[in-house]
């Protein structure tokens, strides 16, 4: 949804403000906060980081098949991959769903070069003291290849009600998510931490071993709503999002809500990278075709006015069909290259 009002409201939901619009329901899965905020921006920051390009996985498909791919896509070239963590198929519940963090455990020890993660895990499935030893545990296993997704979670998981784990209101969820992810970078960063919160706490607890990667592993935060960005502004090392090509002017929109956000707290906005899965809803219900694959030019066309923008993070999704492999291959090989070279320059 697009909300239109006067500067004033817009300046008012800025970093996390009350806002006197409407906010509206949008079904994006994969653990984003169901509201959108559409701010009149400048365009983000010319960012640090080099241009990466990544696979976003489903991962319903049998272990041996699903580690064919991903040593495939590492073969290729792609720098990260990661996959939704959730207990079900979000439109297909009663089809194979394999748990996330179980099957990073596996890859890291089958590949080499690649970075892994999950895109995202909901806070609700797990302890964040937990969910940090556990990321620290495949942070080890991967020799330092690990970067660990956040996502506050969405409403509609049938999860929920399949597990009894409570559906918070989005309100709860966001204020949640704030204390799990200061307890998670708490415990990444240092070697004892004490957190009292409303909804968390831990108590003299000791990270041991520490992670590979210094001063902590990486942390991906999808946000969409003002709130959200603001802690992925505080706290992210990548804030990450999703949708559609045609959603351009949006994002360059929040882009620039999340620079104000960053210098707001003193953090210059290029140390905080921008990443972009562009998701078809259409494509993955019906596991179709992806446009983007229909031919090198699509490809650029599609990707390059991100990247311009400030994205530095490309995620695509695995193709459904094996009619597109071979573009696919052809992209990988040829024009990720030729992209890398021209923007990392």
């Not at 619009?21 to 653990?31: C, F, G, H, M, Q």
């Not at 748990?99 to 455990?105: Q, R």
């Not at 960005?229 to 992210?236: D, M, V, Y």
């Not at 140390?271 to 075709?289: C, H, I, N, V």
């Amino acid at each position: 949804m697009v909300f239109s009002g006067a500067l004033a409201c817009a300046r008012a939901a800025r970093c996390g403000g009350a806002s006197p619009l409407k906010t509206y329901e949008r079904s994006y899965p994969y653990s984003f906060l169901n509201f959108h905020l559409i701010l009149n921006c400048e365009n983000t920051v010319k960012q640090s980081h080099g241009l990466r390009f990544g696979i976003a996985f489903v991962p319903d498909v049998p272990w041996d098949e699903f580690l064919r791919r991903f040593l495939y896509i590492e073969e290729l070239g792609f720098d990260i991959a990661g996959l939704g963590d959730h207990f079900a198929h979000f439109w297909f519940p009663s089809q194979p769903w394999f748990e996330a963090w179980t099957i990073l455990s596996a890859l890291a020890t089958q590949t080499s070069k690649i970075r892994i993660g999950t895109l995202v895990t909901p806070i609700a499935w797990r302890n964040p003291a937990f969910l940090a030893k556990q990321a620290v545990m495949v942070d080890h296993i991967s020799h330092g290849r690990l970067e660990l997704g956040l996502g506050a979670g969405v409403g509609w998981d049938p999860g929920y009600e399949m597990t009894g784990i409570p559906n918070w209101g989005p309100r709860e969820r966001v204020a949640r998510f704030r204390e799990y992810v200061e307890i998670v970078d708490q415990l990444l960063s240092n070697e004892v931490t004490n957190y009292e919160g409303r909804y968390y706490r831990v108590k003299e607890a000791v990270m041991s071993p520490r992670p590979v990667q210094k001063p902590r592993l990486p942390i991906t935060i999808a946000a969409t709503g003002p709130r959200m960005l603001k802690l992925a502004a505080r706290f992210a090392d990548t804030w990450t999002t999703l949708g559609p090509a045609e959603r351009l002017e949006e994002i360059r929109s929040r882009n620039g809500l999340v620079d104000e956000c960053c210098r707001e707290i003193g953090r210059d906005p290029r140390t905080l990278r921008r990443s972009y899965w562009f998701m078809y809803m259409d494509a993955e219900k019906e596991k179709g075709l992806f446009d983007y694959y229909d031919s090198e030019d699509a490809f650029r066309e599609m990707v390059r006015p991100y990247i311009n923008m400030g994205v530095s993070e490309v995620l695509l999704s695995y193709p459904y069909r094996d009619e597109q492999l071979p573009m696919f291959e052809k992209i990988a090989k040829e024009v990720i290259p030729e992209l890398k070279a021209e923007y990392n320059n």
